[in-house]
């Protein structure tokens, strides 16, 4: 049980262009998702919190109207980064809250970005 | 502000040879210390939550305890499919908005050599 997916796995863009990355929870309802993203050899950093049917918050210095997160159901979050540049490059991870264990999150597979 | 410091920041083991990985936090109220496990290019994976001081929770090889000031997660006889890194968590009571967020700390890459 609680199985999160995302697509697609990696994804290479031009710089300019936007990138659309969706995060599933398949098994569970998930009224809040995260993401994060990881550069290498660092941790996790919360970019934001979307909860369904409201909208995101983002933690500071992350540009919402860059990265835009819809959470339009309880099973579907989205994240779109808009006009992407070499420097939004990274590893981006999203993870679920399951309504029936109170803090537990549980990640998905990871989206690796890379925008030349 | 909520701190997690993971030490050792790598650790190269024996296979059978047993040791401890180091989580220490400051948070202004704990609600849940979390330990993950993430391969290369991948995912975080879930391995156990702890709620209060005292508190042991167990999975195959892990055991996983937390006192007031940090968490240990001790892996008895290792086997080169443990090697990976392993990641700490916090929720504080005070965590940003809807009170689920996780501050993270940067790590243990865990390598055990056969």
């Known amino acids: 049980g609680a199985v999160v997916s995302q697509h697609p796995s990696r994804v290479i863009c031009k710089s300019g262009t936007s990138v659309k990355i969706e995060c599933r929870s398949l098994?569970?309802?998930?009224?809040?998702m995260f993401w994060y993203r990881q550069f290498p050899k660092q941790s996790l950093m919360l970019m934001a919190t979307?909860?369904?049917?409201?909208?995101?918050?983002?933690e500071q210095g992350v540009e919402k109207d860059k990265f835009l997160i819809n959470h339009a159901s309880l099973t579907l979050s989205t994240l779109t980064v808009t006009s992407a540049h070499p420097e939004d490059s990274s590893f981006y991870i999203c993870s679920a809250r399951d309504l029936a264990i109170a803090y537990e999150q549980y990640f998905g597979p990871g989206t690796r970005l890379t925008v030349t | 502000e909520d701190q997690v410091t993971q030490s050792p920041e790598a650790l190269r083991l024996q296979e059978g040879e047993s040791s401890s990985l180091n989580c220490s936090y400051t948070v202004s109220g704990l609600r849940g210390l979390f330990w993950y496990r993430q391969d290369p290019g991948k995912g975080p994976e879930f391995l156990f939550t702890?709620?209060?001081a005292g508190e042991e929770k167990e999975k195959e090889r892990l055991k996983a305890t937390l006192t007031k000031k940090e968490s240990f997660l001790h892996i008895t006889a290792p086997k080169p499919e443990d090697s990976a890194t392993y990641l700490c968590a916090v929720r504080s009571a005070y965590s940003g908005a809807g009170s689920y967020q996780l501050t993270f700390g940067k790590g243990t890459k865990l390598s055990v050599i056969p």
């Open positions: 979307s909860n369904e049917g409201s909208k995101a918050t983002y």
């Open positions: 702890l709620y209060s």
């Open positions: 098994d569970f309802q998930a009224t809040t």
